[in-house]
Nanobody, 115 residues
Framework: QVQLVESGGGLVQAGGSLRLSCAAS????????MGWYRQAPSKQRELVAT???????TYAASVKGRFTISRDNAKNTVYLQMNSLKPEDTAVYYC?????????WGQGTQVTVSS
């Protein structure tokens, strides 16, 4: 059994920063790509950023230059550093991991950016 546990969400003013973490635990034999997605109220879940096991990253256009995804393979953990936050970044942020050929999601962490 694999669990993804997210942390680091909260309330921040516009222009501020937050760092999200997601740790995979359990039977983590082959941790492949990891990523962050978000879902705002009344909107579909959208990709924020992904990172491969080799460190290749992709970003949504709306966060490029402000957010940075990284990972620590020794700790089975992925991070999302979010700078210059905007009210439109407010959403529940979900961690996703591909482990072996299976797809896992975290429970989500709320990020709220006030104007």
């Amino acid at each position: 059994q694999v669990q993804l546990v997210e942390s680091g969400g909260g309330l921040v003013q516009a222009g501020g920063s937050l760092r999200l973490s997601c740790a995979a635990s359990g039977s983590v034999f082959r941790l492949n790509a990891m990523g962050w997605y978000r879902q705002a109220p009344s909107k579909q879940r959208e990709l924020v950023a992904t990172i491969t096991s080799g460190g290749i990253t992709t970003y949504a256009a709306s966060v490029k230059g402000r957010f940075t995804i990284s990972r620590d393979n020794a700790k089975n953990t992925v991070y999302l550093q979010m700078n210059s936050l905007k009210p439109e970044d407010t959403a529940v942020y979900y961690c996703r991991a591909i482990i072996s050929q299976y797809d896992y999601w975290g429970q989500g962490t709320q990020v709220t950016v006030s104007s």
